[in-house]
Each structure stands twice: as C-alpha cells, then as structure tokens.
C-alpha cells in the first residue's frame, strides 16, 4: 500500500499513528454526511412532489432567511464559522429549489 506524501515524510511514529487515526475519523465523518445529505434530500423530494401538487413556488424565501438565521447560530455555538456554515446551507437550498422546479415542471405545473 502506498502512502500519502505526509506518511512517506513521517515514517512509522507515533505522529503518522496520529494522523491515520484523525484520518480515519474524518472518513467517517464524511461518510456519516453524505448519508445525511441523502436522507435530507429525500425529505427535501417530498416536499417538492407535496409543492407541486399544490401549486406551491419551489422557493420559500421566508423559510430560507429562517433557516439561515437557525444554521448560522447552531453553527456559532458549535464554534464552526457561521459565514461558512451560510454558505454550505445556501448551496444547498439552491439545488434543492432546482429539484423542486424540475419536479414542478414533470407534474405540469
């Protein structure tokens, strides 16, 4: 097995030992994510198909600043730059609203 360019730099000591750990973790992490983005986005097709059926807009602004204003204070208290969480919340609504006005469109409506 190859290493990365930090293995090959550490060797074998206690400091790669450290860094395969965290590195484990992360890809836990990361996996746990992606399930959890999978998850939303299957609530998140629920509720276009319920938006479309009822000639609802895909997008709800007022939902959008609330839930911007919610992330950004859970991610304040969980110290994680709230600039940053915005943004990765904001990218997210915008496929979502995609999503939502495909499956407006497929329902004809």
């Known amino acids: 097995m190859s290493g990365t360019n930090a293995e090959t730099q550490l060797g074998e000591s206690a400091a790669i ?5 965290l590195r484990s973790s992360i890809d836990n992490i990361d ?8 998850e939303r986005f299957k609530c998140t097709q629920k509720v276009g ?6 000639d609802l807009p895909a997008a ?11 992330l ?4 304040a208290d969980a110290h994680l730059d709230p600039d940053f969480a915005e943004k ?3 990218f997210i609504v915008k496929e ?10 497929n329902t004809g409506n």
């Not at 979502?96 to 469109?105: C, Y």
């Open 17 to 21: 030992t450290e860094l395969r750990a």
């Open 31 to 38: 996996a746990a994510l992606v399930h959890m983005l999978a």
């Open 49 to 54: 198909i319920l938006k479309a059926t009822h």
């Open 60 to 70: 709800d602004p007022a939902r959008e600043k609330i839930q911007i204003e919610r």
């Open 72 to 75: 950004r204070q859970l991610a």
């Open 88 to 90: 990765f919340l904001n």
């Open 96 to 105: 979502v609203i995609r999503h939502h006005e495909a499956i407006a469109a």
